[in-house]
């Protein structure tokens, strides 16, 4: 990059590692030319095709760091930085269509150089691997936008992804914390149960305490009545035992009343 073109640390260390890869692409497309053995040309081609997927990678992250910093740059600094990114990414289709001659003089299937799984779209396309020698700084330009406009879309996708997860997330915290409340009022209502029970438990003990002394009263009551009524039969049917005492508060018997008279008259 000039040296006069005034950048933040962060692109001048991607720049740097991304012209580093070009040394590399550059000596290994010249070691491929001495190599003779055509497993060895496979390998050799193999390798070149990662460091080309890693240039890829580091000029994808150095149009995002330029579209970070794109306020805090010059309009005229801007632009050479975008026409050094073009430049970039026509060196790196350069060396895809290198690649690709080497390959088909390997006489092998064509591989797709930034095959990163079914479905993905990567900012390299067939097209460009195809037409990169072919294409203008304009074209790449419009290509570069195209592809930088389906990376919007998909990050808009992802954007009402994750708010319908928030959404549900919140109504689901909304949820929970109902029935925590309603599982606290049911344990609530559960411990005055259990206290009533409780309270239930002891005046049913009580009541029982109460009955059984209220037996034992009746019961003694019972015998002393018994012991009375044995005492007066006693005393009806043997008058004159001196061994039978008194029962107070009862007459004496009837002999006694009939010698009481007699003396009285005497």
């Not at 600094?77 to 790196?92: A, D």
């Not at 949820?175 to 409780?198: A, P, W, Y």
């Not at 009862?250 to 006694?256: D, M, Q, S």
Request: glycine content about 6%.
């Amino acid at each position: 990059m000039a040296s006069d073109l005034p950048i933040s640390p962060e692109l001048e260390e991607i720049d740097g590692k991304i012209q580093d890869i070009f040394r590399a692409l550059q000596n290994g497309f010249q070691k491929l030319d001495k190599i003779k053995d055509p497993s060895r040309q496979t390998k050799q081609l193999e390798e070149l095709t990662g460091k080309m997927r890693e240039c890829k990678r580091l000029i994808k992250e150095f149009d995002h760091e330029l579209k970070d910093q794109e306020s805090r740059i010059q309009p005229e600094h801007n632009k050479q930085l975008n026409e050094k990114k073009q430049s970039m990414i026509k060196e790196l289709n350069s060396y895809v269509a290198l690649r690709k001659t080497y390959q088909s003089n390997l006489g092998n299937k064509r591989v797709e150089l930034f095959d990163m799984g079914a479905g993905t779209s990567d900012p390299v396309t067939q097209e460009n691997v195809k037409m990169a020698s072919d294409m203008s700084n304009q074209e790449l330009i419009d290509n570069g936008r195209k592809q930088m406009d389906e990376t919007d879309q998909a990050i808009e996708r992802s954007k009402m992804v994750v708010e319908q997860t928030i959404e549900v997330g919140t109504q689901t915290a909304a949820n929970l914390k109902g029935q925590t409340e309603q599982m606290g009022r049911i344990v609530n209502e559960l411990d005055t149960i259990h206290f009533s029970i409780k309270k239930a438990s002891q005046l049913v003990k009580e009541i029982g305490r109460q009955v059984a002394t209220d037996k034992c009263i009746m019961f003694f009551l019972f015998l002393i009545v018994c012991g009375v009524i044995a005492i007066i039969i006693v005393k009806i049917v043997h008058p004159n035992d001196k061994n039978i005492r008194d029962i107070p508060g009862l007459a004496p018997p009837a002999g006694r009343k009939l010698l009481s008279l007699e003396a009285l008259g005497n």
